[in-house]
């Protein structure tokens, strides 16, 4: 599977930004699709993914309540909306799939070129 992540770009804090993040290739809508994300000088931080049978996931406690990941139509696209946005959201964003229908962050094996959000104060 092949993942092309979207929807990057510099905002204000308290905007709003929907990443999308394209899977194609065999079976592409079997994977369970996930948003991960790495600021400057910081690890990277699982923010929450979507189950290929249904149903988010989140990990992120910083995210609950501000973000929200949802299927497309097309069930190869995932999308993740980020509203309420804070400068401490600022990093690249990256997708990523696994074959696993509730996987731990270490078990996406695909991963997507990220897309950098910044958001200012």
């Known amino acids: 599977v092949q993942l092309q992540a979207f929807g990057g770009g510099s905002v204000q804090a308290g905007d709003s930004l929907r990443l999308s993040c394209v899977a194609s290739?065999?079976?592409?809508?079997?994977?369970?699709m996930g948003w991960f994300r790495q600021a400057p000088g910081r690890e990277r931080e699982y923010v929450g993914a979507m189950r290929w049978s249904g149903g988010p996931i989140f990990y992120l406690d910083s995210a609950k309540g501000r973000f929200t990941i949802f299927k497309g139509d097309n069930k190869s696209t995932v999308y993740l909306q980020m509203n309420s946005l804070k400068p401490e959201d600022t990093a690249i964003y990256h997708c990523?799939?696994?074959?696993?229908?509730?996987?731990?962050?270490?078990?996406?094996?695909?991963w997507g070129q990220g897309t950098l959000v910044t958001v200012s104060s």
């Open positions: 290739g065999s079976a592409a809508s079997y994977y369970s």
């Open positions: 990523a799939a696994s074959i696993f229908d509730d996987p731990r962050e270490d078990e996406f094996d695909y």
